[in-house]
T-cell receptor, first 112, second 113 residues
Framework: NAGVTQTPKFRILKIGQSMTLQCTQDMNHNYMYWYRQDPGMGLKLIYYSVGAGITDKGEVPNGYNVSRSTTEDFPLRLELAAPSQTSVYFC???????????FGEGSRLTVL | GNSVTQMEGPVTLSEEAFLTINCTYTATGYPSLFWYVQYPGEGLQLLLKATKADDKGSNKGFEATYRKETTSFHLEKGSVQVSDSAVYFCALSAQTGANNLFFGTGTRLTVIP
């Protein structure tokens, strides 16, 4: 019962470095999402995908990129990390556009 | 457009107190409504849901009724426990639009013994 798995759980980056947050789900869900959650705040949608090969921008896409080459995987790429990207990142998936979301445990990123 | 307005927090209650967290929504058509809970250091998980008007979602002693006439989906629990301390998010899934998910800002609940 893996569900949605995110790696790494914690990461510290220096300004200007790049990295990829990995997200994989084993539920054969078509819809996948990346959110960020700043301290004490709600969720902001970064990117989403409605199926393999299809991605689209959410509310706060600047500084990020995604790809969806398979149904299972939806990695989030941070290019040229900035302190403003310090946050907790959550990946989520759902079976269809009306269903419940399943969340990963989150990836805590600090940019110094 | 679609949106969710949620009661501002934080909320602090004594154990066994009654809980209400207000949630109202704006949506076209007939959205599905959800409450998610986030325990400290964890991701969000579904608490309950309702997919049509007058449906009542319930789980772990929490309840919420989908009220179309008042566009509300208030979360209630008759007697809270310390273990209910968490952040609660109201959300809707709209009928139309590629990105059809909308979350409230979250309400932090702290229950003290």
């Amino acid at each position: 019962n893996a569900g949605v798995t995110q790696t790494p759980k914690f990461r510290i980056l220096k300004i200007g470095q790049s990295m990829t947050l990995q997200c994989t789900q084993d539920m054969n869900h078509n819809y996948m999402y990346w959110y960020r959650q700043d301290p004490g705040m709600g969720l902001k949608l970064i990117y989403y995908s409605v199926g393999a090969g299809i991605t689209d921008k959410g509310e706060v896409p600047n500084g990020y990129n995604v790809s969806r080459s398979t149904t299972e995987d939806f990695p989030l790429r941070l290019e040229l990390a900035a302190p403003s990207q310090t946050s907790v990142y959550f990946c989520a998936s759902r079976e269809n556009r009306a269903g419940e979301l399943f969340f990963g445990e989150g990836s805590r990123l600090t940019v110094l | 457009g679609n949106s969710v307005t949620q009661m501002e927090g934080p909320v602090t209650l004594s154990e066994e107190a009654f809980l209400t967290i207000n949630c109202t929504y704006t949506a076209t058509g007939y959205p599905s409504l959800f409450w998610y809970v986030q325990y400290p250091g964890e991701g969000l998980q579904l608490l309950l849901k309702a997919t049509k008007a007058d449906d009542k979602g319930s789980n772990k002693g929490f309840e919420a009724t989908y009220r179309k006439e008042t566009t509300s989906f208030h979360l209630e629990k008759g007697s809270v426990q310390v273990s209910d301390s968490a952040v609660y998010f109201c959300a809707l899934s709209a009928q139309t639009g590629a990105n059809n998910l909308f979350f409230g800002t979250g309400t932090r609940l702290t229950v003290i013994p």
